[in-house]
């Protein structure tokens, strides 16, 4: 007897579980149930078809009901809800256009996804509004630009859907205004890297608004706006992009164990604690590869791996969905943001002796036409020299080395092995010494005690503390003559070994740079002929963007 094998959603786990479950087996039936009109389509790609970049709406719809059906041996139902699932009987009841129907199955896969979350705003029913989840939320906003003709759009929420959606209607000729209630904008980066990123959005036409919420939403010839301060924005057009939340209430409802953080809890077979029932996607927690805990993490990559090992094993084989490590990626006009692993904050909330160094480097080699910069924040265990995570923003490649990092974190390498990996080069792509190889660097240093470094933040609390600081500027004149630390002497790197005369020996010297390289080499020089001397990692770049978040 075939074993009947039933769905209950697509898109990204649950598409890639049928198709996994047929590629494994032809001796099973499969039926996918799609609550919406479209079983597979690219839900990142929503925002960029909205503003126009993606121009043909078919190109995010990557399966029809019948070319996917066709193509898999499956059958696909759409506009169809599950109601019910009886783990007793082993049926669904399903709500489909025809009525309501009652579908047996060996082995259920949940796949509910997400929802997008409503905060509770003051009016918002009195309002329109759109999300950005589905095609048709995409369709919905696609139609208000060409009906209602709206110069301006507040984007409540700065995340990546955000984001991509400010860029979207900056692309559509219309003014953005981006709010996030949270302290900065991409709240899973860094502010010193999410910091860099708002300036972008800035100086490109888009209005930002951090540290304030959307309290009340009116209407009268436009839609009114009243922040948690009082300042009112009017708007011709809210989009809601403020997270999402696992779809659960399903499988809570059938005696499937939901975690302590909102997703349904599967083992590594994506199997729940109901028998024959799986889950995949983003309605599932994740197992942090790093720290070993559970976590929720919506992003199409891990849903993708899910769905696979769910429809391998529903069709009789075997395969695993280890984890994640939490690797992601923003643009806005050119400029990119991207982290995988652990954050600083996170790494010393899960209890390792972490630190971390700032580099900044081209993303080509230097003498190429149209270089640009990377500026990282590399995260590391102390005691062992593990890398725990990257934090990167800049120009085109940015992403790349994050993914390099992914790699290193995945086979659990440490900073000392990246100084010697490695890296395709050609002066078009990247430098001899890759930036991942220029972090490794650096942090090695610093755990072998040969770097002598101190972070910016240190510098600057003590600076604003009114604590007298013996800070020496290295670059050259015309740069300090742009701009300086407070109460920096200067003297050139070329100088500095005869210019001793002019540091105190009597305490220690702190140096800095641009970004800290020539930092590095004067203060290797000082402490050769005896002074106390450390290198600000990150140099005065890295120093302003800290009293920039502070």
Known sequence: ????????????????????????????????????????????????????????????????????????????????????????????????????????????????????????????????????????????????????????????????????????????????????????????????????????????????????????????????????????????LVILCTGVRPATELAAAAGVVVGERGGILTNERMETNVKDIYAAGDVVEKTNLITGKKVLMPLAGPANREG????????????????????????????????????????????????????????????????????????????????????ACGADGTEKRADEAAVAIYAGLSVYDLEHLEFCYAPPFASAKDNLNIAGFVASNSLRHTGFTVTPEFIYEKIKKGEKLQLLDVRSAPEHKAYAIEGSKHVFVNDVRNSTDKIDRSQPVYVYCAVGFRGYLAVRSLRNLGFEAYNITGGIEAYFRVKKIS
Request: net charge neutral; charged share 20%.
């Open 1 to 236: 007897m075939n074993t009947k094998i039933v769905i209950i959603g697509g898109v990204a786990a649950g598409a890639t579980a049928a198709a996994k479950a047929r590629r494994t087996s032809e001796d099973v039936s499969i039926t996918m149930a799609e609550k919406g009109r479209y079983i597979s389509f690219a839900n990142c790609g929503l925002p960029y078809y909205t503003g126009g970049t993606i121009a043909s709406r078919n190109s995010i719809l990557l399966h029809t009901k019948k070319t996917f059906g066709d193509r898999f041996n499956a059958d696909v139902m759409t506009n169809t809800e599950a109601l019910s699932i009886d783990p007793v009987k082993k049926t669904v009841l399903f709500a489909t256009e025809k009525g309501q129907v009652e579908t047996p199955y060996d082995k259920l896969l949940i796949a509910t996804g997400a929802k997008t979350f409503i905060p509770k705003i003051e009016g918002i029913d009195t309002v329109p509004y759109f999300t950005m989840r589905t095609v048709d939320d995409a369709d919905g906003v696609k139609a208000w630009i060409e009906t209602k003709k709206p110069k301006s759009a507040l984007i409540i929420g700065g995340g990546f859907i955000g984001i991509e959606t400010a860029e979207a209607m900056l692309h559509c000729g219309i003014k953005p205004v981006v709010v996030e209630a949270l302290d900065e904008i991409m709240p899973n980066l860094p502010r010193i890297i999410a910091m860099n990123l708002r300036e972008k959005m800035v100086s490109d036409g888009c209005d930002v608004v951090i540290r304030k919420y959307v309290k009340k939403l009116t209407q009268t010839d436009r839609i009114h706006a009243e922040l948690s301060d009082g300042t009112v924005i009017d708007t011709d």
């Open 308 to 391: 696979r090992a769910a429809g391998c094993n529903m069709a009789g084989g075997d395969m695993v969905f280890k984890g994640v490590i939490g690797s992601s990626v923003v643009g806005f006009n050119g400029f990119v943001s991207a982290q995988t692993g652990l954050t600083y904050e996170q790494a010393i909330a899960a209890g390792f002796d972490a630190d971390y160094v700032y580099t900044e480097d081209v993303n080509t080699s230097s003498y190429y036409p149209g270089h640009g910069y990377i500026f990282m924040m590399t995260v590391f265990d102390k005691k062992t020299g593990r890398l725990l995570g990257l934090s």
